[in-house]
C-alpha cells in the first residue's frame, strides 16, 4: 500500500543456493519459485535448441531426460496404464517436445547400492570389539530432505553416520555428463541433463555445490522437475498421457532391453532389503530369499533382524517421516541406538509418497493411493543390482 494507492508487487525469485543458505524451512522448496528448476526453464531450453537448429548453429542443447520410478509409478496409476507403457508414452511426448534421449535411472541406483554394500561391508568389519552401540550405524544418504535437516540441525556430530555414496539421481547426473558426451561424441557443454523425481528436495540436492565439476563448472544434473510438473507440461500442450505415442526408451549401452524394473524392498529403492541381504550373505554365509520386518511405534518405522548362533548379528531399520527421525536422531545423540544401517526418508510412506507425486482425485483416502501404489511396485518385475549387465558393462 503507498500514499498513491495499491502497488502490485513483483513476483519474488530465489536461487536454490539461497534457500540452501538459509536455516528456515527444510521440505517446503515448493512454496517459492525456484530458478532454473522448473518446466518454464525446460521449455527455454526447447526453444534454445529450436533456434540454434533453424540456425545452423552446431551448439543446440543435448536434452537427455533420467526418469525416476516412483514418477512413473504415479502417473501410471492415474492413467491406469502399465508402468512400461507409461515410461513409453512419457518418452514419446518428451521427444516431441525436443527431448534427444530419455532413460530410466535403475542403473544410477543399482550402482548406488552396490556401492552402498562395499561401504557398510568396510565399515562393519572395521568396527571396533566393544564399541558402544550408535557408535556405528549408518544412515542412508539418498534422501536429500533428510540430510538438509542433518546437516542444518545437527551438524558434526551426525554427519559421519550418513553413507557418503552418491543417490541414483546423482550417479546418473556423472554418467550423463561423464560417459555420454564421449560415447556419442557430443561435445560435454552442449549436454542439458534433467531428471524426473518425486519430491522438491531433489532440486535442492541437484543445486549443490558438492555436484558441481570443479574443471568443467557443469551440474551432474542441470534441472530437476517432479511428476507434478510433468503433468502440468501435458496440460500445457493439450495432452493427456494415455494418448502420447509409446516410444522405446534409450539406454546408457547399446543393446541391452529397455524394461523397467524395480529392486525388492521398498518403493524407495529399497536400500535397506538389498544390503541387508548383501550382509547376510558376505558376513554369515545366509542366503534370504525374503526379509521379515517387525512394524515399531508406527507403519513408518520398522526394523529387521538377522540372528547367528543365537546373537543377534545384524539389525537394519527403515524410518519415514520426521517424528521417526527425530526419534532416531534422539536414541544415536544417547547413544542407545544399536541398528547397524537405517534406510531414512523424509515423507512418510517414503519416496512413493513424495511432496511432488500426484494426490487422488477420488475420494479414496491418500493410504489407499499409497497402498496401490505399493501394489505395483509389489508386482514390477524384479532385477538385483549385482545382476545388471548394462552396469557391468559400463
Same mark, same amino acid.
Given at each position: 500500500?503507498?500514499?498513491?494507492?495499491?502497488?502490485?508487487?513483483?513476483?519474488?525469485?530465489?536461487?536454490?543456493?539461497?534457500?540452501?543458505?538459509?536455516?528456515?524451512?527444510?521440505?517446503? *522448496? @515448493?512454496?517459492?519459485? =525456484?530458478?532454473? !528448476?522448473?518446466?518454464?526453464?525446460?521449455? %527455454?531450453?526447447?526453444?534454445? +535448441?529450436?533456434? $540454434?537448429?533453424?540456425?545452423?548453429?552446431?551448439?543446440?542443447?543435448?536434452?537427455?531426460?533420467?526418469?525416476?520410478?516412483?514418477?512413473?509409478?504415479?502417473?501410471?496409476?492415474?492413467?491406469?496404464?502399465?508402468?512400461?507403457?507409461?515410461?513409453?508414452?512419457?518418452?514419446?511426448?518428451?521427444?516431441?517436445?525436443?527431448?534427444?534421449?530419455?532413460?530410466?535411472?535403475?542403473? *544410477? @541406483?543399482?550402482?548406488? =547400492?552396490?556401492? !552402498?554394500?562395499?561401504?557398510?561391508?568396510? %565399515?562393519?568389519?572395521?568396527? +571396533?570389539?566393544? $564399541?558402544?552401540?550408535?557408535?556405528?550405524?549408518?544412515?542412508?544418504?539418498?534422501?536429500?530432505?533428510?540430510?538438509?535437516?542433518?546437516?542444518?540441525?545437527?551438524?558434526?556430530?551426525?554427519?559421519?553416520?550418513?553413507?557418503?555414496?552418491?543417490?541414483?539421481?546423482?550417479?546418473?547426473?556423472?554418467?550423463?555428463?561423464?560417459?555420454?558426451?564421449?560415447?556419442?561424441?557430443?561435445?560435454?557443454?552442449?549436454?542439458?541433463?534433467?531428471?524426473?523425481?518425486?519430491?522438491?528436495?531433489?532440486?535442492?540436492?541437484?543445486?549443490?555445490?558438492?555436484?558441481?565439476?570443479?574443471?568443467?563448472?557443469?551440474?551432474?544434473?542441470?534441472?530437476?522437475?517432479?511428476?507434478?510438473?510433468?503433468?502440468?507440461?501435458?496440460?500445457?500442450?493439450?495432452?493427456?498421457?494415455?494418448?502420447?505415442?509409446?516410444?522405446?526408451?534409450?539406454?546408457?549401452?547399446?543393446?541391452?532391453?529397455?524394461?523397467?524394473?524395480?529392486?525388492?524392498?521398498?518403493?524407495?529403492?529399497?536400500?535397506?532389503?538389498?544390503?541387508?541381504?548383501?550382509?547376510?550373505?558376505?558376513?554369515?554365509?545366509?542366503?534370504?530369499?525374503?526379509?521379515?520386518?517387525?512394524?515399531?511405534?508406527?507403519?513408518?518405522?520398522?526394523?529387521?533382524?538377522?540372528?547367528?548362533?543365537?546373537?543377534?548379528?545384524?539389525?537394519?531399520?527403515?524410518?519415514?517421516?520426521?517424528?521417526?527421525?527425530?526419534?532416531?536422531?534422539?536414541?544415536?545423540?544417547?547413544?542407545?541406538?544399536?541398528?547397524?544401517?537405517?534406510?531414512?526418508?523424509?515423507?512418510?510412506?517414503?519416496?512413493?509418497?513424495?511432496?511432488?507425486?500426484?494426490?487422488?482425485?477420488?475420494?479414496?483416502?491418500?493410504?489407499?493411493?499409497?497402498?496401490?501404489?505399493?501394489?505395483?511396485?509389489?508386482?514390477?518385475?524384479?532385477?538385483?543390482?549385482?545382476?545388471?549387465?548394462?552396469?557391468?558393462?559400463?
Amino acid at each position: 500500500e503507498t500514499e498513491t494507492g495499491p502497488k502490485k508487487l513483483e513476483k519474488a525469485a530465489i536461487t536454490l543456493a539461497d534457500c540452501l543458505a538459509c536455516s528456515g524451512c527444510i521440505t517446503s *522448496a @515448493e512454496t517459492v519459485l =525456484i530458478e532454473q !528448476q522448473s518446466a518454464d526453464q525446460i521449455y %527455454r531450453i526447447f526453444q534454445e +535448441k529450436t533456434e $540454434a537448429i533453424k540456425e545452423g548453429r552446431t551448439d543446440a542443447p543435448f536434452i537427455v531426460f533420467s526418469l525416476g520410478l516412483q514418477p512413473l509409478l504415479s502417473l501410471s496409476q492415474k492413467a491406469s496404464l502399465s508402468v512400461q507403457d507409461t515410461a513409453e508414452k512419457l518418452t514419446g511426448f518428451l521427444k516431441e517436445l525436443g527431448a534427444d534421449l530419455v532413460m530410466d535411472t535403475k542403473l *544410477a @541406483e543399482d550402482w548406488s =547400492i552396490l556401492e !552402498q554394500q562395499r561401504e557398510l561391508l568396510e %565399515r562393519y568389519r572395521g568396527r +571396533k570389539e566393544g $564399541a558402544k552401540p550408535g557408535t556405528q550405524t549408518v544412515l542412508s544418504s539418498s534422501c536429500p530432505g533428510w540430510v538438509c535437516y542433518a546437516e542444518k540441525t545437527h551438524g558434526s556430530w551426525l554427519l559421519p553416520h550418513i553413507s557418503q555414496v552418491k543417490s541414483g539421481q546423482q550417479i546418473m547426473g556423472s554418467v550423463v555428463k561423464q560417459f555420454l558426451p564421449t560415447k556419442l561424441g557430443v561435445d560435454q557443454s552442449r549436454v542439458y541433463h534433467i531428471t524426473v523425481m518425486p519430491c522438491f528436495d531433489k532440486k535442492l540436492e541437484a543445486s549443490r555445490e558438492d555436484f558441481l565439476e570443479d574443471e568443467t563448472n557443469t551440474k551432474d544434473v542441470d534441472c530437476v522437475i517432479t511428476t507434478l510438473e510433468i503433468e502440468d507440461m501435458l496440460n500445457r500442450e493439450k495432452k493427456e498421457l494415455e494418448s502420447c505415442a509409446n516410444v522405446k526408451l534409450d539406454t546408457i549401452i547399446d543393446g541391452h532391453d529397455t524394461v523397467i524394473r524395480a529392486t525388492d524392498g521398498s518403493g524407495s529403492g529399497g536400500y535397506s532389503d538389498q544390503l541387508f541381504r548383501f550382509m547376510a550373505k558376505n558376513e554369515f554365509s545366509q542366503i534370504l530369499d525374503s526379509l521379515t520386518y517387525k512394524t515399531l511405534k508406527n507403519a513408518d518405522f520398522k526394523e529387521v533382524i538377522l540372528e547367528h548362533d543365537g546373537k543377534t548379528v545384524l539389525k537394519f531399520a527403515i524410518a519415514n517421516g520426521f517424528r521417526n527421525i527425530q526419534n532416531l536422531v534422539q536414541k544415536l545423540k544417547r547413544k542407545r541406538c544399536d541398528y547397524d544401517f537405517v534406510e531414512i526418508l523424509a515423507c512418510p510412506s517414503g519416496c512413493l509418497n513424495g511432496g511432488a507425486q500426484l494426490r487422488s482425485e477420488q475420494e479414496s483416502s491418500a493410504k489407499e493411493l499409497i497402498y496401490s501404489l505399493e501394489e505395483k511396485h509389489l508386482k514390477m518385475e524384479k532385477s538385483l543390482p549385482e545382476n545388471n549387465l548394462q552396469l557391468q558393462e559400463l
